[in-house]
């Protein structure tokens, strides 16, 4: 028997076509399909955001995509492979052209044109890759004793609760303004030239700083490249509530006057008063407070003798007495009971007496006028105000 000649006969005898299949195709993507398809991810979320993928989102998805893109934009392969593809003009990354010698050593990402630079020792090569890019731009800051005692007073500020640490915003880069980043205090000494520079889907600003390092270490990197070291691993080193003070300063003609906030001394000859240290009254008067205390000798309220005026705060559009009661309940630990009679012999002990410091009485009121109070509570045994961990 002719095995070919069967097996040709039994092909031409399908009349039903069962015999000719066609081979399986495979569900499998190749590489640069995926890779194609993964950036078109990149692009629909560009069309729906309007925005590219940012890294310091809680959104999983996000991220992962500004990694993906930030991947295709180191290699040069892929941007070549996807440029057909590249809608938003993603692709078109030019590196920025360096004004001057000034900006090409401000530049040195890895200090290779350092002055100290030898060729011989690997300084380049750390061993915390995370801190290079941030270590290496420093140098020496020639009049660093300028800024020592802004450095000191900052940490002592931050020491007891004056200023705490706060999530990153790039509208706090401002001249003035601190920072910490890898646990290095940095101050902002001055930018220079920040505008609007359109890069791809970006609108953002652009210019030059000038940083000043605690360690005494300075940098003039760009802005950008400060907002993206400050969103990684960065921190704002918050105002002071005499900064936060200032945008309440600005009294205009339609701001109601309420009343006086007053800091009142005892003038008392009385040795059971005189011997109080840090002894002051705090209280409030709709009308002027020499008005207010001229009676001060005949008045229980007062000790029954005169008393010096250590300050008075004005106050606008608010209820001066509840401002008040207050300042009386964030004080309440030092109000003291003093024993005192009237000209008829009858007994009074007045209630808005404090053994406190006057600066710490100060800094309440500033901290009630900003809102800031919820923040902080007062440490009687330390003298000072804290701020409220808990």
Not at 138 to 150: A, D, H, Q, T, W
């Amino acid at each position: 028997m002719d095995i070919n000649k069967e097996l040709d006969k039994i092909f031409n005898d399908d009349e039903l076509n069962l015999l000719n299949v066609k081979p399986k195709t495979s569900n499998n993507c190749t590489a640069d399909e995926r890779l194609i398809r993964s950036f078109e991810e990149i692009n629909e979320f560009i069309d729906k955001n309007k925005t590219l993928p940012n890294s310091s989102t809680d959104n999983i998805l996000e991220r992962s995509l500004f990694f993906r893109l930030q991947g295709i934009l180191e290699d040069e392969t892929k941007m070549k492979a996807l440029k057909p593809y590249d809608k938003h003009n993603l692709l078109s990354v030019e590196k920025d052209i360096p004004d001057s010698l000034d900006d090409i050593f401000a530049d040195d990402e890895f200090d290779l044109l350092s002055d100290d630079a030898d060729i011989f020792t690997l300084k380049n090569v750390p061993k915390q890759i995370a801190k290079t890019d941030f270590v290496a731009r420093r140098k020496s800051c020639p009049n660093f004793e300028e800024y020592v005692e802004i450095f000191k007073k900052c940490q002592s500020e931050l020491k007891y609760g004056i200023r705490t640490l706060e999530k990153f915003n790039e509208k706090q880069i401002e001249e003035g303004q601190m920072f910490v980043l890898n646990g290095i205090l940095l101050y902002v000494d001055k930018l220079y030239d920040i505008k609007r520079v359109e890069r791809a889907y970006e609108n953002k600003y652009d210019g030059r700083t000038h940083l000043v390092f605690e360690n005494g270490t300075e940098s003039n990197m760009r802005f950008r490249s400060l907002c993206k070291r400050l969103f990684e691993t960065g921190k704002h080193v918050s105002n002071t509530v005499d900064d936060k003070m200032k945008k309440f300063n600005n009294i205009q003609d339609e701001d109601k006057a309420t009343g006086y906030i007053y800091v009142l001394q005892s003038r008392s000859k009385d040795e059971k008063i005189k011997s109080i240290r840090n002894l002051y009254k705090i209280g409030y008067s709709e009308t002027t407070v020499k008005s207010r205390i001229k009676n001060a000798v005949n008045e229980p309220t007062y000790l029954m003798a005169p008393v010096k005026i250590v300050a008075e705060f004005k106050t606008y559009n608010m209820n001066t007495q509840k401002f008040e009661d207050l300042l009386h309940r964030f004080l309440g630990g030092c109000q003291i009971s003093i024993d005192v009679f009237d000209n008829n012999g009858s007994r009074h002990t007045p209630r808005e007496w404090f053994q406190v410091p006057y600066e710490v009485i100060e800094q309440a009121v500033k901290l009630i006028i900003t809102g800031e109070v919820v923040n902080y509570r007062y440490d009687r045994e330390e003298k000072v105000i804290k701020f409220n961990s808990k």
